[in-house]
């Protein structure tokens, strides 16, 4: 299984992320055309970790997107559906608590963590909203959530130009520097079926989140919501 399809099989976009793990961050680097490393630091900017605190990074892969929390002395769990994923992080930070999970179906208490994040995972979640509420279950009173995911563009002609960039551009790209191209496809489609910034916002707020904001990035390819759980 090298490509997952839209109806998103958990055990297909597992296998998929298996596949591309050895060189995942490589691809995304290349892809993005840098953007990834720049969108990595306001995520840890939004979550804004302390010293002691919790933090679940969820969809980790191969824990890059942890790291940031970790410099700041927080306590952060890198979680992942992917073994292979898991396997490829646990060689390069064989200190970090890597967990296998699933978003749905998270394996912490209620109201544990002081702050859950995710980072280009939610959108290849097979039940959105029920990952929501997962996260919300989780955290602590007063804790907060950061999403961090591909979106729409709010200026319309470079939004063309983005979707046929995502179909045309992106696959060739891949083939180049992934070990696993046939799943870019996959996650070009899932880009484009996504729903935009608005909302997603209405859907935190459905799974009990409060506060819900959100900042768009790079014009809107990215957008970064955040939540608050009720104290």
Not at 114 to 140: C, H, P, W
Not at 158 to 166: A, H
């Amino acid at each position: 299984m090298t490509r997952a399809s839209l109806d998103k099989q958990p055990h297909e976009v597992a296998s998929m992320f298996d596949d591309v793990a050895e060189r995942y961050d490589l691809t995304n680097d290349v892809l993005s055309l840098g953007q990834a490393r720049l969108w990595r630091k306001e995520v840890a900017r939004a979550v804004d970790a302390r010293p002691a605190q919790k933090v679940l990074d969820l969809a980790a892969g191969t824990a890059t997107s942890s790291l940031p929390f970790a410099r700041t002395g927080a306590y952060v769990v890198p979680c992942d559906f992917s073994l292979g994923m898991l396997r490829v992080g646990k060689q390069r930070h064989s200190w970090l608590p890597f967990t296998a999970g699933d978003a749905t179906k998270l394996p912490f208490k209620d109201d544990t963590f002081d702050a859950v994040t995710i980072s280009f995972g939610l959108r290849n979640v097979q039940d959105t909203d029920a990952a929501l509420r997962e996260m919300y279950r989780v955290t602590k009173p007063g804790g907060r959530v950061v999403i961090c995911e591909f979106s729409h563009p709010t200026w319309a002609p470079f939004r063309t130009v983005y979707t046929e960039y995502l179909m045309r551009a992106l696959p060739p790209a891949a083939r180049a520097v992934s070990s696993s191209p046939d799943a870019y496809v996959y996650l070009a489609e899932s880009i484009r079926a996504w729903p935009d910034q608005r909302a997603l916002a209405g859907r935190l707020g459905e799974a009990g989140w409060g506060k819900v904001a959100w900042r768009n990035l790079t014009g809107g390819v990215v957008a970064l919501h955040r939540g608050f759980k009720q104290a």
